[in-house]
């Protein structure tokens, strides 16, 4: 248990790879802080985290709203004392090119993806510098790399992700906070399985999610327990001297 008794805010943390590292958090002894929009499946992971053994307590929050994001940090502070580690790991997918793209749509896209991890950021890292360090990482992605077509809001979001990384990390470094990011390629998830639908045509959407994993060298797609492995590796203290990262978790797609 590298992480026990640490407090962990994990956002996105109904679904996908927020609720992989929600899991894995705990099972490592941390006390787990589900956010998430959707606050019944939130409900369910905390029930669940718990029946396993962990300790986890759901809060409902829209991390793209300021309050909302203030009020949670508070709620997390007031019930613990205190925040060791934050996880960003909201998000949403959208496609389209830039004349495609509404405002509505990319406001959407940038205030969920990108707004969001500077706001948890802003309330979170007072408390920690109290508390005399502290380690985030945000969930970005391969598309602050390298894009595919027609996602322009998307990778631009990432792309700012992985610059927001490094100006925490070094603004931080002096208050013993480290801040690391994590750049999935494709990940079987609600999300990924939800553009499989999108975009299957005569395809089953288990047969699209297989074809996007032959494009990986190794020949699969990732899964959410993957991601929060190396998640909670860069939360604790083995990765100790490792801050300002972003790190490539995409079975060599980019290679």
């Not at 699969?220 to 909670?232: D, F, Q």
Request: charged share 20%; hydrophobic share 40%; aromatic share 6%.
């Amino acid at each position: 248990m590298v992480i026990e008794e640490k407090v962990v805010i994990v956002t996105g943390a109904a679904k996908g790879i927020g609720l992989g590292c929600a899991r894995k958090l705990a099972e490592d002894g941390a006390t787990v802080f589900v956010v998430d929009i959707d606050f019944k499946t939130a409900k369910r992971v905390e029930r669940n985290i718990r029946e396993e053994g962990g300790e986890a307590f759901a809060i409902e929050s829209d991390v793209s709203n300021s309050n909302d994001v203030k009020e949670m940090v508070e709620n997390v502070v007031q019930t613990t004392g205190g925040i060791d580690i934050l996880v960003n790991s909201a998000g949403i997918q959208r496609y389209g090119s830039v004349v495609d793209t509404s405002e509505d749509l990319w406001d959407e896209v940038l205030n969920i993806n990108l707004k969001s991890m500077f706001l948890t950021s802003k309330y979170a890292i007072p408390y920690m510098q109290q508390g005399g360090s502290g380690s985030i990482v945000i969930i970005s992605s391969i598309q602050a790399f390298a894009t595919q077509k027609n996602v322009v809001a998307y990778t631009v979001s990432k792309g700012g992700i992985n610059a927001l990384t490094r100006a925490l990390a070094v603004d931080h470094a002096k208050d013993n906070i480290r801040v690391n990011a994590v750049c999935p390629a494709s990940v079987d998830t609600p999300m990924l399985r939800w553009a499989a639908d999108l975009f299957k045509e005569d395809q089953t959407e288990d047969g699209v999610i297989t074809t996007w994993g032959k494009s990986h060298p190794l020949g699969r797609v990732g899964k959410i327990e993957e991601i929060a492995e190396y998640v909670s590796f860069l939360a604790g203290p083995k990765a100790s001297f490792i801050t300002g990262t972003c790190n490539s978790v995409d079975g060599g797609i980019l290679a």
